[in-house]
């Protein structure tokens, strides 16, 4: 793969999601009953500092963990040919909660069906909204996100890269052409 262009440096990572935790506070009407879940591995991380972001905005933490949404995708036959499932599972309840799904990029949709199964595999939350750091197109399931940090119109030949500590030594968004 080659390396297009640089699309968005720490500054702008910071900012983007400095104004996804604005914009949750702001739909949610405060965090009472909110919680955030990160799809691993680097949604984890940005659902991190979303929380830590809506801490230094409200004064107040809301519960943030991370889900492994490996399971419940529906290409499972391509991962292993039998492959053993696992249930998800948080450190707090999901019943009657307001959950943000937090993901570094969303593509096909096919990670935030698995994501949204797997949370109905915990419990009913009150609402589940997506939080993406990069909407780059090409759905192939009805599943928009409520929180975008940005778009980026993409052709299927390209592929988008998001760096982040610790997978990566900097922050940073690159398209790379396959």
């Known amino acids: 793969m080659v390396e297009k262009a640089v699309l968005m440096e720490q500054t702008a990572v910071s900012r983007a999601l400095m104004r996804i935790a604005h914009e949750i506070i702001e739909r949610n009407k405060g965090v009472q009953q909110l919680v955030l879940v990160g799809i691993r591995r680097r949604g984890a991380v940005l659902a991190e500092k979303i929380r830590d972001n809506i801490q230094s905005i409200e004064g107040t933490s809301v519960p943030c963990s991370d889900i492994d949404i490996r ?43 698995a994501a949204i199964e797997a949370i109905f595999a915990l419990g009913r939350p009150k609402l589940i909204q997506l939080a ?34 610790p997978y990566e030594q900097q922050t940073a968004v690159k398209i790379l052409t396959i």
């Open 71 to 113: 399971f419940y995708r529906d290409d499972l036959t391509t991962i292993a040919d039998s492959p053993v499932v696992s249930s998800a599972s948080l450190p707090f309840s999901i019943a009657g909660q307001k959950v943000v799904l937090v993901d570094d990029v969303l593509y096909t949709g096919r990670t935030a069906r």
């Open 132 to 165: 993406v750091l990069i909407d780059r197109g090409h759905r192939e399931l009805p599943i928009r996100a409520d929180y975008v940090g940005k778009n980026i119109p993409t052709s299927r030949s390209e592929q988008i890269q998001v760096m982040i500590p």
